[in-house]
């Protein structure tokens, strides 16, 4: 795998991307590292575009995770910051940091991964690339860091019938001037579903949303400070008592969910992904939303729901989650897709596969791009030799499945959940065993440098 030079190619320049490209300039791997990225900017998911592409934000999207634990961690966000950035503050920041540690200058922009393959032997990557003119490429790399993302592949549902009205997937949503004095039905009950309800109810003739089980809903604030904020300050205690804590917290700020039509969940709330919005309950109570439960069939512009109603709607939106698939992956190779655990060591190595490095491919309560940062420190530290992975990684990622930092619910929602506190202890712990600390704040001097770079 080592090379006297080696070469690293990087797979994607989102918030995970260009993580992984800092971390291979900085451990002096960067001579020959190529970062392709199929879009002309960096930033990934969080670059708003009018038209369909990569990109799944909205003009309103605003980030669920606060600045204060959404910046990589030596890293901060300009002064003035909101406590929940906006779609374009995270496209800027990200592009500030892509700029400051060099990696802006090693990502092929407008190329995209056609296929990667082990190379002869097992050894490296073979990766044919297509630019933006449709010359294709086949290079040699030594190592892979896949960084692409698992929220862009949308995931439709299937229904018995047909629906005579629009139907499209949360992804297509950019606006709500669409569905003025329109009927919309949101189903899921996930972030993007809360979003999108509340942004088509400003507008809409009327607007539902469909749960087709209960879910934990959470406000960005609680007791005036940032969610995440007062989550983070009981790291010290016992994840059960933790859990116990919070759930009622929650309870207390905005009482039972069935008070407003909403079903009571049968599993803890952080044994799932918890759906942070003030909104909805705002929303509901005040008649813009209405819930409802899963949808049974469609006929024609009627929907029939699980407790025997029906209504008829003009447009459905599909808030109903992504395929975690990689398309330059033969599925023989690496298929996680509808898979409800995924095989992978710290969420990042591969048992076959030695050279590839997943980076990013976790879902905390929190922000994924911070630890995707230390996961690359880890991959980096491997590929320069001051870090070896346990011998018994099979052994481990099957620990791993079966004693998961909650009791997750079984789905492939949560094939990829993590406590963010204590994914970030254990990827700390396999860090200090090659010498390397957590990263820590520049001085006020170097913050304002980055911040006006």
């Not at 496209?91 to 002869?120: I, N, W």
């Not at 939303?289 to 939106?317: C, M, N, Q």
Request: net charge negative.
């Amino acid at each position: 795998m080592r090379a006297a030079t080696p070469r690293i190619a990087v797979i994607g320049a989102g918030p995970s991307g260009i993580a992984a490209g800092r971390n291979v300039i900085e451990s002096g791997l960067g001579d020959d590292l190529v970062v392709f990225e199929k879009s002309d900017q960096a930033g990934g998911n969080w670059v708003f575009r009018e038209e369909a592409s990569h990109s799944s934000v909205y003009s309103t999207t605003h980030i669920i995770s606060s600045k204060f634990h959404s910046a990589y961690e030596d890293f901060p966000f300009p002064d003035g910051t909101p406590d929940y950035p906006s779609h374009d503050h995270l496209r800027q920041y990200f592009q500030a940091y892509s700029k400051h540690f060099g990696v802006h200058e090693k990502t092929r922009y407008h190329t995209e991964v056609l296929k990667a393959t082990p190379g002869a032997d097992g050894q490296g990557w073979d990766i044919t690339s297509r630019s933006a003119q449709g010359a294709e490429v086949s290079e040699h790399f030594d190592a892979l860091m896949v960084c692409n993302g698992h929220h862009w592949n949308p995931k439709l549902p299937q229904y018995p019938g047909h629906f005579d009205g629009e139907l499209i997937h949360s992804h297509q949503f950019k606006r709500n001037d669409p569905f003025k004095d329109k009927r919309v039905l949101v189903i899921g009950g996930g972030n993007s579903a809360a979003d999108v309800a509340v942004e088509c109810s400003r507008v809409a003739q009327r607007t539902c949303i469909s749960i087709r089980r209960g879910h934990w809903f959470m406000p960005k604030f609680m007791f005036g400070e940032p969610g995440d904020v007062l989550y983070q300050k009981t790291a010290w205690l016992p994840p059960r008592l933790r859990q116990w804590l919070l759930q009622t917290t929650n309870l207390l700020i905005q009482g039972k969910h069935t008070r407003l039509g909403l079903q009571t969940p049968d599993y803890g709330i952080l044994e799932g992904h918890p759906t942070l919005n003030s909104e909805l309950y705002y929303f509901i109570g005040h008649g813009e939303v209405t819930p409802k439960v899963g949808v049974t069939r469609l006929d024609g512009h009627t929907v029939h729901f699980a407790d025997g109603s029906s209504e008829d709607f003009d447009v459905i939106v599909c808030a109903t989650g992504y395929r975690t698939t990689f398309p330059f992956f033969e599925n023989a190779l690496i298929d996680f897709d509808e898979k409800t655990e995924v095989p992978l060591w710290r969420k990042m190595f591969h048992p076959d596969h030695p050279s590839l490095y997943f980076i990013g491919l976790f879902q905390p309560l929190g922000c994924i791009w911070p630890l995707g940062d230390y996961q690359a420190m880890l991959a980096c530290a491997e590929i320069t030799g001051r870090y070896q992975r346990p011998a018994n990684i099979r052994a481990l990622i099957q620990d791993e499945i079966d004693h998961p930092h909650f009791d997750f619910y079984k789905s492939p929602r949560h094939a990829t959940e993590v406590d963010y506190m204590t994914f970030r202890k254990e990827l700390l712990n396999e860090l200090r065993k090659a010498g390397l600390a957590p990263r820590r704040l520049p001085d006020r001097s170097l913050m304002n440098e980055m911040q006006t770079a």
